[in-house]
């Protein structure tokens, strides 16, 4: 059985920085590329960053040169570092597996999720 696992997010003030990470099992993680996508109250999940199973990164504009995504395939995980955040950040966090390796943007490039988890940024 598949199962994605996140951690890292809670409460930081703007300008802060978080890591989040994702923990996979039953999966061999390293075939696969590695989605981060958000969800906001009120708002459509979307895109944030991806990983390809290359270990090509891909970003949204609105994070490109804040986040930083990475995977480490020895420890199935991975990770979204996130600097210089700001209230628009605010959002559910979600990592997802892409078994083509790609790393779509597109959520429908993704088969499976975990539950997320909550990054506040407030002051």
């Known amino acids: 059985q598949v199962q994605l696992t996140e951690t890292g997010g809670g409460l930081a003030q703007p300008g802060d920085s978080l890591t989040l990470s994702c923990t996979a099992s039953?999966?061999?993680?390293?075939?696969?590329?590695w989605g981060w996508f958000r969800q906001a109250p009120g708002k459509e999940r979307e895109f944030v960053a991806a990983v390809s199973y290359g270990a090509n990164t891909y970003y949204s504009d609105s994070v490109k040169g804040r986040f930083t995504v990475s995977r480490d395939n020895a420890k199935s995980t991975a990770h979204l570092q996130m600097n210089s955040l700001q209230p628009e950040d605010t959002a559910l966090y979600f990592c997802?597996?892409?078994?083509?390796?790609?790393?779509?943007?597109?959520?429908?490039?993704?088969?499976?999720w975990g539950p997320g988890t909550q990054v506040t940024v407030s002051s």
């Open positions: 039953g999966v061999t993680f390293s075939n696969y590329a």
């Open positions: 997802a597996a892409d078994v083509t390796g790609t790393g779509w943007s597109g959520a429908r490039g993704y088969s499976h």
